[in-house]
Every structure is written in structure tokens, then in C-alpha cells.
């Protein structure tokens, strides 16, 4: 059951809107249809044996194009700065190599993972690349780096989807996650690609307030919902919180309970409400790839510790395929509790508007 609402969720994030859809729809070719369908019975083969069994490319993928970033939010190693591995922008020909690879199975690419997508110099290129192969392509931002020329760029790129955080509706409130934001050039940002994109009569990107409810701006959750409107984004999205230290209490998590990931114990402990079930199909339709070409499981590997190989030294298919992943995947099968990214994971906790 567990399993039906994570595919259910993902049908709902990839098919939420109806140029969306379309667009999908439009660029479904038999290729990717037919890899899609391989793999979810491939998904449900190895979780009823319990054992990695044979892989169809991922119809998924999330590429960072880079590790900096502006802010300083209290909850993400890219802003506190304390990665292990190295900071850096997409490497050049990296992206090109997995689209002349993957790119005729690929349905979704999202250019994120840690950092502020538009640090890099070209990421409107980037977005352009893989848009001309038929992929649809979202991105998340802070949306400092928007203005007039920019937002022209963004909407020029075909990019289908942009995100964009906003985690409060006052200033006060805003910066007491977004360390160093200015909630003025989020407005701007976000009211300048509405303009350009409606300047030239295109449908994308479709834009989305993202905002991630935590304690301190919990209370404005219907007033983003009202201000969304006002600027016509095409959504609100509102996002669960991830914290690290939660055993005690966090001052970060939630007291509305649906917003929140964590519940306290009877011992008076904190612990997740994801009950973490032996399975996960991200494991089977996606795949993240950092700046410099490294394939980690899924986005709560930020670090880059279970690293299944590395872009340029073998093929993506070699590291989808291989021993590494193969074992990883069993080992999830067989205990997910056991592996330490996945402690923490609450896939599936976002809340539509």
C-alpha cells in the first residue's frame, strides 16, 4: 500500500498542471513508455523477492549544477557550508554525456540538488539542452538571481517547471530560515517571470511557491496561500521540514501535526512518523548526479556517502547496473531502518495546496 502511494505521489508531482501534462503526454514516446513500464515491474518483482533483480533505465534524474549558495538556511549544508566533499559548478560535457546516454529514456530531469541552481553561469543552457530532447526539466531557486534579463532567459529556455522558495510572508519572518534572503527580490523575482512569460505568450515555465512550514512560519500558511494568488503563481506547494538534531525536540518542527515528519514518543523522545518499510521506489525510477559526476541513490544523500560511481571513468548504465547499486538496493529490501541516509526519509510527506 505503502509502495501505491509514493507512485500515486510521484503521478501527482510530475502531472499537476495541464500544459504540464501535456507537454508529457506529448513527448511520451513508445521508448519511454515502454522503459517506464519495465520498470515498475521490475520494482515490484524485486520487493516481492526481496532482492535487486534487473534495472530499465531510470525515467528520472536530478543533476546539480552546482554547490554554492547565497543563503545560510539553518537545516542545509550547502548553506551553513560544511560539506565534506567539494564545492563546484556542473562540470562541462557532463550533462551532455548523460543526454547522448539516457536522454530517449528520460522523462523528468530536475536541475537540483544542493545549492542555488542559477549560481551557475549557464544553467539556462543547460535547461535548453535538455528541453530540445523532449525531457521535461524543473529547478528550485531562491530566486535572488532573477531580474529582467534573467527571467527573459529562463522563460526563453523552455524550462517547465520553476520552483520557487518562499518561506514566509514577512521579512521578520522569511530570514528567520533564509539566513541573508531578502523576501523583496523573491517577490520581484517570481512577479518578473510571470511578466516575461506572458510577454512571450508561452506557457513555461509553470511557476510554484514552495514553502517549507516550520515553527516559526506556521502561521502564515493561508496568508502565502493568498499572496500566491495575488501574483498568480500557478500553485502552492507546502513542504515538510527535515532537521537533524530531533530526538529532543527541535525548536524548528511544526505543532501542526500534518506538517510535521516527527512526533514526540511516549518516552518523551522525538522520532520519525515514517515508518520506514523495506522498500523505496526511487531506488528504481531515479538517480542523482553531482557537479563533478558522481551517482548517488536520492536526494537525502547530500553528502555524497554511498557513491555507485563516477561519470567519465564508466558508463551511467555500467553504474545503474552495477554491484554497487545492486547491493545497495537488497540491502534496502532487506532492512532500510539499517541504512543511515535513509533514518531521516520521509518521502512522499509534501503538502499540496
Known amino acids: 500500500m505503502k509502495g501505491l502511494k509514493n507512485e500515486v ?9 495541464f500544459h504540464e501534462t501535456k507537454f508529457l503526454l506529448r513527448n511520451l514516446s513508445l521508448r519511454r513508455f515502454q522503459n517506464a513500464w519495465s520498470l515498475y515491474r521490475s520494482f515490484h518483482k524485486s520487493r516481492r523477492k526481496s532482492v535487486s533483480g534487473e534495472h530499465p533505465m531510470p525515467v528520472a534524474l536530478s543533476v546539480e549544477p552546482t554547490t554554492a549558495c547565497n543563503l545560510g538556511c539553518p537545516e542545509c549544508p550547502s548553506g551553513l557550508k560544511q560539506f565534506t566533499r567539494p564545492t563546484g559548478n556542473l562540470k562541462e560535457g557532463l550533462l551532455d554525456q548523460l543526454l547522448d546516454e539516457i536522454g530517449k529514456d528520460l522523462i523528468y530531469l530536475t536541475f537540483y540538488f544542493q545549492g542555488e541552481p542559477f549560481i551557475h553561469p549557464d544553467m539556462n543552457a543547460l535547461i535548453a539542452k ?4 523532449g525531457i521535461f526539466t524543473a529547478t528550485s531557486t531562491n530566486a535572488h538571481f532573477i531580474n529582467e534579463k534573467s527571467a527573459e532567459a529562463i522563460v526563453k529556455s523552455g524550462l517547465n517547471r ?10 521578520e519572518v522569511y530570514e528567520s530560515y533564509r539566513k541573508k534572503g531578502q523576501l523583496k527580490k523573491v517577490l520581484e523575482g517570481t512577479k518578473m517571470v510571470l511578466k516575461k512569460r506572458r510577454e512571450l505568450r508561452s506557457n513555461f515555465p509553470r511557476v510554484y511557491f514552495q514553502f517549507l512550514v516550520v515553527k516559526p512560519n506556521e502561521h502564515q500558511i493561508e496568508d502565502v496561500k493568498k499572496l500566491g494568488k495575488e501574483l498568480g503563481v500557478d500553485g502552492v506547494h507546502f513542504k515538510t521540514a527535515q532537521v537533524y538534531d530531533y530526538e529532543n525536540g527541535n525548536p524548528l518542527i511544526p505543532s501542526i501535526d500534518n506538517y510535521a515528519r516527527y512526533e514526540e514518543r511516549p518516552d518523551g523522545k522525538w522520532g520519525i512518523k515514517n515508518l520506514l518499510d523495506d522498500q523505496c521506489w526511487k531506488m528504481w525510477h531515479s538517480a542523482v548526479v553531482t557537479w563533478d559526476g558522481r551517482v548517488v541513490p536520492c536526494c537525502f544523500d547530500k553528502d555524497a556517502t554511498h557513491q555507485m560511481g563516477q561519470i567519465g571513468e564508466e558508463a551511467f548504465a555500467e553504474i545503474w547496473r552495477g554491484e554497487a547499486y545492486s547491493n545497495f538496493r537488497s540491502a534496502l529490501l532487506r532492512s532500510r531502518s539499517e541504512i543511515e541516509i535513509c533514518k531521516n526519509c520521509s518521502e512522499g510527506t509534501k503538502v499540496w495546496a
Open 9 to 17: 505521489y510521484l503521478c501527482r508531482i510530475m502531472l499537476a498542471d
Open 130 to 133: 535538455a528541453g530540445e530532447r
Open 162 to 171: 520553476l520552483i520557487i522558495s518562499i518561506d514566509g510572508t514577512t521579512q
